[in-house]
């Protein structure tokens, strides 16, 4: 073995399993060397989930990210000779008619993000895969790229390894864990080990199950938790012998029993001879802290392998045995039977990117092997390039606020996450039971007495309809439809349209405490945001006013978008609950990179908004401010912020609207918030639920949201939010946008569809809140750009005020004519669609209080 090294450029932790492989593969490709990965293990792995991984790939995700990471990652085992794309079955049993709408919605997906699954017939299912009992099943998903790598992942991170070394740019040493990770001055400077300590200028965390420990020796923590996998095996199973194929039939998901079948093979491959079947535990899910997990030696089979008990499977496995009797009639086989440890996470994604903490320590934890390749990948062009070519805020670890890396928070999704890794189908709005109630408005109490119907955001409760307000049911009956299919009507509640119609006749209140609110201040604080910001923030003129604006990344695309208040002595930044965590890290990096002196405080917590908006919110507000005449047009303009006192509590207001009405955000102390609510309460205000303000007026007002409609695959101009001149001060991205500006035309447009049918085959209607593929009708192609980016909808809700279904999508520029006729298909239906706007266009005129025609 080498010496080993005392100083390297990149340190991965965790090089035996294929995602720290895959990183240290892709770094090398971007032109990276003087790498050392060192491991607990052997390398590759023989204790990590590598080595027991199934190994199995679909790409069937619902979203982008996702769906392209397991694509890229396909083809990378296939070009490397490891890949048998032998194609992969999802059925949905007799009487299982919501798994059968999860596969129609799958190949929605499918069309958007470019996979080719498609629905196929019961007995199409029996032909592909002979040993299911056609009778049992309604219909099944036909994956034409699902597959196996093979033999082994683990096999393929030995190579990637073995080909870093032989080209001089990668050390490899196993059986050598961190101990230790040293930092200077908020920087990662090096990792210690028993071997020595090696300094580096970055630190790459790949290890997989153990991944927490290492952030912890930062002081940080990962939202991830191990959690048990049933495996079983089945044989002897000769189908296959002496064909030396790794696999012979597709592979098999019923996840409605939440549970797998594949082949091993012919019995002299690696594994051949059996059927493998798996299964993911749907009430009690068995996580392990990776603190507890044991050391090798100590577990009977290996430290990711736990013992299994039969009957603890027994109920789903005699059902699988329906399916597929051939189960049956083999012989199971206890010894090669175990739970394989994997990961799971507190909301689905992985967690990869800089720490929140320590400058130069990445992480890419919690990620699967079907996504293995891509994610390296990623991980290596963000290192490099600063961005990613598709948008990573999903993965992003710097999504998380504090809390949601509390340990116990950790713990309480993560078990809720593991129940539904393959049954129930996830809805789209589908709300968390556990974590709740971490963040509540000072008016929480109020809301609710009015019956609120609460769903979660950033850890703050938001009422997204009151009971109290279903008396306006019977009066706007005639333009708040009864959704008749369930899935469109889960986790909505129909009162949040008539509260909406009711504001646009009076006015109303919105609840907006989940506001994320960070001051920026120092004396270098101008400085930062004018850099961020593609709006001008400096110059006396901007004092006292409320700027909305947006970050570029270096590409000139939609990084965020939020308000700037600029006060006398500070700026602070009015964003949304979810993306504000990552701004709010993001311009601390930037800060510290450009050697500004300014000061980042979150303080979210210390003060609370409240929406008032409508035709009588003038009237209405004046009746309890200290002096109305302030309100007046002529003393309040339009994105102006100005102190009001109501109550005897002093208030900043903002003169501004995201539902289209007239009105203002009043943001003041938390403390003070219950007493403003009371007194608007008391003059006769409405409360009104944040469905109004989050979805349905804001896509009639042709409003943008960050991390759905404006991404970093799109830039300012194609999102038309671009203002009509371009700021002298220079900014991030301004070069690119400069470039952009100077085309003839964009490549893509967002535009704003409207359903000009939406009853289904059955005659119901349907309200679609689904990410749908837009489609040329005359060829049934999915829309693609120049840029060969695909047309699919970022925001889908029902418009009261207009009665459609309305959809905001980018479109290629040459299908972006107002009338435009195009087609969706919503759980693999196809529905007429309409192009109504190009660009920014609003659908609905609150001043005339009728659609536009």
Wanted: charged letters at 25%; one cysteine or more; aromatic letters at 8%.
């Amino acid at each position: 073995m080498a010496a080993f090294p005392d100083r390297a450029r990149v340190v991965i932790v965790g090089l035996g399993g294929i995602v720290g492989a895959s990183v240290a593969h892709h770094l090398i490709e971007r032109g990276w060397d003087d790498i050392v990965g060192i491991d607990k293990s052997a390398i590759p792995t023989d204790i990590g989930s590598t080595g027991h991984a199934s190994d199995f790939c679909y790409v069937t995700g619902h979203d982008l990210l996702s769906t392209w990471s397991s694509m890229y990652s396909v083809d990378f085992y296939e070009k490397m000779g490891h890949y048998s794309r032998i194609g992969g079955l999802e059925v949905a049993r007799v009487g299982d008619d919501e798994r059968l709408q999860e596969l129609r919605r799958r190949c929605d997906s499918g069309r958007a993000f470019g996979t080719r699954v498609q629905m196929i017939t019961p007995a199409e299912a029996k032909e592909k895969f002979p040993l299911l009992e056609e009778d049992q099943i309604q219909a099944a998903m036909w994956d034409p790229d699902a597959g196996l790598v093979v033999p082994r992942s683990q096999t393929v991170a030995g190579k990637l390894v073995d080909a870093g070394e032989k080209a001089g740019k990668l050390r490899a040493f196993a059986n050598t864990p961190a101990l230790e990770l040293i930092q200077e001055n908020g920087r990662v400077v090096g990792v210690k080990t028993h071997r020595g300590t090696i300094m580096a200028d970055h630190v790459v965390v790949c290890a997989g199950l153990w991944g927490r420990l290492i952030a912890g020796m930062v002081g940080e923590d990962l939202p991830v938790m191990p959690v048990d996998h049933p495996l079983t095996f089945f044989g002897p199973y000769d189908a296959f012998a002496g064909t030396g194929l790794e696999i012979g039939r597709p592979l098999l998901r019923d996840q409605g029993n939440s549970a797998y079948m594949r082949d091993t093979g012919d019995p002299a491959t690696t594994e051949g001879g059996q059927m493998e079947w798996g299964y993911y535990y749907e009430t009690e899910p068995r996580m392990v802290h990776p603190r507890d997990i044991l050391e090798k030696g100590q577990a009977r089979l290996g430290p990711s392998m736990r013992d299994l008990v039969l009957e603890d499977v027994i109920e789903p496995l005699e059902r699988a045995m329906e399916l597929t009797p051939i189960l049956a009639e083999l012989g199971f086989n206890e010894s090669h039977s175990f739970n394989g440890l994997l990961q799971t996470t507190t909301d689905g994604g992985p967690s990869m990117g800089e720490s929140r903490k320590v400058r130069g320590l990445w992480y890419a934890v919690a990620i699967w092997v079907k996504d293995a390749p891509g994610m390296g990948k990623l991980i290596a062009d963000w290192m490099t390039d600063g961005r990613t070519h598709i948008d990573h805020n999903r993965i992003d670890y710097a999504r998380f606020s504090d809390f949601q890396l509390d340990e116990q928070f950790i713990h309480d999704r993560c078990w809720e996450t593991a129940k539904k890794i393959y049954n129930p189908p996830v809805h789209v709005r589908e709300p968390f039971s556990r974590g709740r109630g971490i963040r509540r408005s000072p008016f929480y109490q109020r809301e609710v007495e009015l019956g609120g119907y609460f769903m979660e955001l950033g850890g703050w409760e938001r009422a997204h309809g009151y009971a109290a307000n279903e008396h306006l049911l019977e009066k706007y009956a005639d333009q708040v439809p009864l959704r008749e299919a369930e899935w469109d009507n889960r986790h909505f509640w129909r009162v949040s349209n008539a509260e909406q119609l009711e504001m646009s006749a009076d006015c109303g209140l919105i609840n907006l405490s989940h506001f994320h609110m960070t001051d920026i201040s120092g004396p270098d604080h101008v400085a930062l945001m004018e850099w961020l910001c593609a709006a001008k923030i400096g110059g006396d003129a901007n004092i006292g006013r409320g700027i909305y604006t947006h970050m570029l990344d270096d590409e000139g695309m939609v990084r965020a978008d939020f308000t700037v208040f600029r006060m006398a002595d500070r700026c602070r930044l009015v964003n949304g609950a979810d993306a504000g965590p990552r701004d709010l890290t993001y311009m601390r990096r930037v800060a510290q990179d450009r050697g500004l002196d300014v000061t980042i405080e979150e303080v979210t917590e210390a003060f609370t908004t409240i929406g008032i908006w409508g035709p009588n919110a003038r009237a209405n507000l004046k009746k309890v401010v200290a002096d109305p005449e302030a309100l007046n047009v002529e003393n309040f303009p339009f994105a102006a912020i100005r102190p009001i006192e109501i109550a005897g509590r002093t208030v900043t207001a903002f003169r501004i609207s995201y539902v289209g009405e007239q009105g203002w955000e009043l943001h003041m102390a938390y403390q003070d918030g219950l007493a403003v609510w009371d007194a608007l309460r008391a003059v006769g205000v409405m409360a009104v639920g944040v469905e109004t303000y989050a979805n349905s007026r804001r896509l009639e007002k042709s409003l943008r949201l960050q991390n759905a409609d404006l991404i970093t695959q799109y830039n300012l101009l194609e999102a038309d939010l671009a203002r009509p001149k371009v700021k002298e001060a220079d900014f991030r991205g301004k070069a690119k946008h400069l470039e952009y500006r100077a085309r003839a035309h964009q490549p893509a447009m967002l535009c704003t569809l409207v359903m000009t049918a939406h009853t289904d085959r059955n005659g119901v209607k349907r309200y679609p809140n689904t990410t749908m593929p837009v489609m040329d009708p005359e060829t049934g192609a999915i829309l693609i750009d120049e840029l060969g980016r695909r047309s699919y909808t970022t925001s889908v809700c029902y418009g009261p005020s207009i009665g459609k279904n309305i959809a905001l999508a980018y479109l290629p520029w040459e299908y972006c004519q107002i009338g435009r006729k195009l087609t969706v298909t919503y759980f693999d239906e196809p529905y007429p669609v309409e192009v109504a706007g190009v660009g920014y266009a609003p659908l609905y005129d609150p001043e005339n209080a009728k659609p536009r025609s």
